[in-house]
Structure formats: C-alpha cells, structure tokens
C-alpha cells in the first residue's frame, strides 16, 4: 500500500471487534487498513466459548476464519504491526508503526482490546487460561459443580459470588490481603456457608496446568480444580487517552451507546471491543465492532453527500 493514500478507515487492532469492523466497512466499500500487532489478551486460551455457531473454537482459527470471510473485500488490507504514534485530526488521521510506516485514513477506529498487568501470585500464571479464568460465562460451564477458588475483594466479590455460584457451590474465596467487606457482607457469605480467608496466597500448585491447591501464607491448604480472579487490567494502548479521548469510571474509553454507536468525544475517532466495554467477551466484542462500523460508514457517507451537494 503506497504510504501517503487517504483511506477511509485506520482500524487499530485485529480481534473479533476490529475484525467485525473490517467485515462491515469492507462490504460498505469503504478502503481499510487493519493494523494488529496480534497480541491478543486471550492467547494464553485453548477454547473461546459462547460464541453462536463456533462455541469451543481455538481463537487462533477463529482469527483464521475471520480473515477468510474479510479476503473477500479488496478495498481491506491488513499490516502486521503496532501503532505507535497518531497525528492529524478528523478527516485526515496519519498513523506510524513500529517499522516507520505511516497510514493515514479519514477515521480512526480503536479496537486495542485490554492486557493483564503481570500476575503477582506465584503458579498463577501456570494456570491462567487452562484452569484458572476469569470470566464464567467463558469458562463456568467447563469447571461447574467443582470447588473453585475465588480470588476477589470488596465490593466486587460481593456482585461475584451469587453470579458464580450459579455455576459450582463448593466456594471457597480469598482475599489475598485485607477483604474490604463490612460486617453484614461476611455474615451474608457465612449464610452461605463460603469460607472465606484472608490470608495472602503463598503460592497455587497444580499440573499439567490444573490447578490442585492453594497454600495461603498462615498455613492454609485449599484443594481445588478451577480458580477465578480479578485480572488488573490496563488499556491494550495508552494512544486514545493521549488523542484526548475520555476515560470512564471504569477504566475504558468512553463512547456513545445508543446514537453513533462507537463514537468518542473526539470527533473522527471510534472505539469498540474490550477497551470500550465492561462486558468482555467475543460475541460482545464483534458485536461492537459491527455497530461501530456502522455508525463510521453512515458518517462517511453523509460527509461525502454533503460535499457533492455544495460542488454542484
Ligand atoms: C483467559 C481468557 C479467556 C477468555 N475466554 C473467552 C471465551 O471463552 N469466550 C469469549 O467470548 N471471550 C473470552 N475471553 C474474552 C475475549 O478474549 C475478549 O473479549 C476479546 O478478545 C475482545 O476482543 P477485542 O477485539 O476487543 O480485543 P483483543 O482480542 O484483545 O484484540 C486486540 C488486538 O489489538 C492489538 N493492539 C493493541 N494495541 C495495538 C497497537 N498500538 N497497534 C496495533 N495493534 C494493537 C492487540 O495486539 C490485539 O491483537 C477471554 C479472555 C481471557 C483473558
């Protein structure tokens, strides 16, 4: 692709949102570059599940079949590396990559996904995305009626464990540290018969990836099968923050939900996927994306109308 064309659409990150996006805005006939530098968060998994029609695919086939179904549009191309640096403004974005090609598109869509900040328990990475997950939607059916531990704290194992106890009852929860519940919270999970320690984790030992136990630094020993905790998460790039986009509460680009779909504060740029949504899953991700290349494609259009109207 010769460096200086005007495209429609930079499409930043190649996942089942930016993919979903491709797909749309290629069968608009809309020019996109996809540019992934393919470390997805999920390639420490085996199996994506709850996706309709592919439940239990390996991610990396569904990335294959993704970009199968996409090579049928020639106005979409895809490049093999990160972004690194954004300039211009609605219009006229210009994209650099790491190998110093630069890209430049009408609009910007951020499909950058999150990344896990190291695990800080040991044997956890050992685990994570054979037996320890962090989402059961994902992967709750696959560890159901086993004792799990969970890792989580606060508020959020509160909203936690009626939703993952729909999936297994022999819990056990660690807080790996102080557990910032009241009262009432602990009397409640004592209602329901959970354990519940606070000592932090000494180390999870397992085999073959399944786990087996977890040793807790005063000595506890809890056998188990599967785990799930809260991953830290950051934004898979800090460049949508640096473009001014607005950061939510939560963590994740802000974008309108029910109009434009996608759409940020700054005007051209559009966000879809895991970094735009609380709710992290394939089906959801793809779903964004196609919304997203919606709203980006009735925009490129109506500035292209409105333009040929005023040539006249
Ligand atoms: C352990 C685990 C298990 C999971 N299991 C399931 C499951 O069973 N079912 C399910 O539905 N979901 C599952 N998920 C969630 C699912 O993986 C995500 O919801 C989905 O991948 C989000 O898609 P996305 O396109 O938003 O981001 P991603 O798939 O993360 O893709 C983002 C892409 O953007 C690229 N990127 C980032 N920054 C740049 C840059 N500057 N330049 C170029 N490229 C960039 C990344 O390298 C990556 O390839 C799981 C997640 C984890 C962590």
Redesign the pocket.
């Known amino acids: 692709m010769a460096n200086k064309e005007l495209l429609d659409v930079i499409i ?9 996006a491709a797909l749309v805005l290629g069968r608009a006939r809309k020019r996109v570059v996809v ?11 085996q ?5 309709l029609t592919r439940d ?1 695919i390996r ?1 990396s086939e569904l990335r294959r079949l993704a970009m199968e179904d996409i090579s049928r549009y020639p106005s979409v191309s895809f490049v093999r ?4 640096g954004i300039t211009g403004a609605d219009g006229h974005f210009q994209a650099s ?2 190998e110093g090609e630069v890209l430049a598109a009408k609009k910007l869509l ?7 900040r190291p695990l800080d328990i040991p044997g956890l990475a050992e685990v ?2 054979k037996s ?4 059961p ?3 709750g059916w696959e560890l159901r009626d086993e004792p799990l531990v969970i890792i989580n704290s606060g508020p959020e194992l509160m909203h936690f464990a009626p939703i993952i106890s729909g999936w297994s009852n022999r819990l056990t929860f660690c807080t790996h540290g102080p557990d910032g519940l009241t009262d009432e919270q602990r009397e409640e999970l004592g209602r329901h018969q959970i354990p519940l320690h606070t000592s932090p984790i000494r180390a999870i030992d397992s085999r073959d990836g399944i786990v087996q136990q977890v040793l807790l630094e005063d000595g506890t020993v809890i056998p188990c099968r599967g785990i799930f905790f809260k ?1 830290d998460l950051v ?3 800090d ?1 949508p923050q640096q473009l001014g986009c607005e950061i939510s509460d939560t963590g994740v680009v802000a974008v309108d939900m029910l109009g434009m779909v996608g759409a940020t504060n700054v005007p051209g740029i559009y966000s ?6 609380r ?8 779903s ?2 196609s919304l997203t290349a919606a709203s980006i494609n009735s925009q490129l259009n109506l500035e292209a109308w409105q333009s040929q109207g005023t040539s006249q």
């Open positions: 930043i990150g190649g996942g089942p949102a930016g993919l979903s540019i992934d530098e393919g470390k997805p968060r999920n390639a420490v998994t199996e994506a599940h709850g996706f239990g991610p590396h990160a972004v690194t990559t790491s951020f499909a950058v996904g999150m990344k896990d994570y995305g320890a997950f962090v989402c939607y994902c992967d991953p934004p898979g790039s460049l879809a996927g895991d970094i735009a949504s709710m992290h899953q394939a089906i959801a991700a793809a964004m994306g």
